[in-house]
Nanobody, 114 residues
Framework: VQLQACGGGLVQAGGSLRLSCAVSGILVNLNTWGWYRQAPGKQRDLVASITSGGSTNFADSVKGRFTISRDNAKNTVYLQVSSLKPEDTGVYYC?????????WGRGTQVTVSS
């Protein structure tokens, strides 16, 4: 199984990005998937998840600003991040929810400037 996250970058506060997680070796529509964020010096936290049935859930800090989705044909999970704030800065990872230790990849860096 390989997970490759991309789409991060440097963006001004209020901006948007779309993060992608291309998955190989396991079907994204058969599991619950999540996006996790690790801010500098902090633990890695779940910010959004999507179940096999398509139900979504979000951390309070990102509700109304982030959207999670998946494309079964591309076997890819997305995180649309909007109205970004400096506190959204961190490395974003995708993994199953709950996470599998062996699935952690390099993540993608999102940096929000004020």
């Amino acid at each position: 199984v390989q997970l490759q996250a991309c789409g991060g970058g440097l963006v001004q506060a209020g901006g948007s990005l779309r993060l992608s997680c291309a998955v190989s070796g396991i079907l994204v529509n058969l599991n619950t998937w999540g996006w996790y964020r690790q801010a500098p010096g902090k633990q890695r936290d779940l910010v959004a998840s999507i179940t096999s049935g398509g139900s979504t859930n979000f951390a309070d800090s990102v509700k109304g600003r982030f959207t999670i989705s998946r494309d079964n044909a591309k076997n890819t999970v997305y995180l649309q991040v909007s109205s970004l704030k400096p506190e959204d800065t961190g490395v974003y990872y995708c993994n199953t929810d709950p996470p599998m230790r062996v699935f952690w990849g390099r993540g993608t860096q999102v940096t929000v400037s004020s």
